[in-house]
Nanobody, 128 residues
């Protein structure tokens, strides 16, 4: 059974950095794409980044482009989201998801219903 486990969240000051990890089991990251989503209090879930399964193509939403970097380690079956220059607007629960997304629009991440497996989420709080 496929499982995704996120870690690395926490409290950070504005301008700081965090790296989130997403460890996958029961599926392979060289087959499944990984999407990173976030949900702030009172808001809907927003896709922020993704990395393709077969080709490793990376995508970013306009809201994080230039600040966030997605990567993966196939040997460890783990995906990462490096988040730099964080602002209070980045405060949210961050989720990783695996699937075969097929909708690609520049500046946006594929819809969440195109991802099949989800982690439990990790809280990121940006505050002074």
């Amino acid at each position: 059974q496929a499982q995704l486990v996120e870690s690395g969240g926490g409290l950070v000051q504005p301008g700081g950095s965090l790296r989130l990890s997403c460890v996958a089991s029961g599926l392979s990251l060289n087959v499944y794409a990984i999407g990173w989503f976030r949900q702030a209090p009172g808001k809907g879930r927003e896709g922020v980044s993704s990395i393709g399964g077969s080709d490793g193509t990376t995508r970013y939403s306009d809201s994080v482009k230039g600040r966030f970097t997605v990567s993966r380690d196939i040997a460890k079956n783990t995906a990462y989201l490096q988040m730099n220059n964080l602002t209070p607007e980045d405060t949210a629960v961050y989720y990783c998801a695996a699937g075969f997304p097929f909708t690609f629009v520049p500046g946006f991440i594929s819809p969440e219903d195109e991802f099949d497996f989800w982690g439990q989420g990790t809280q990121v709080t940006v505050s002074s």
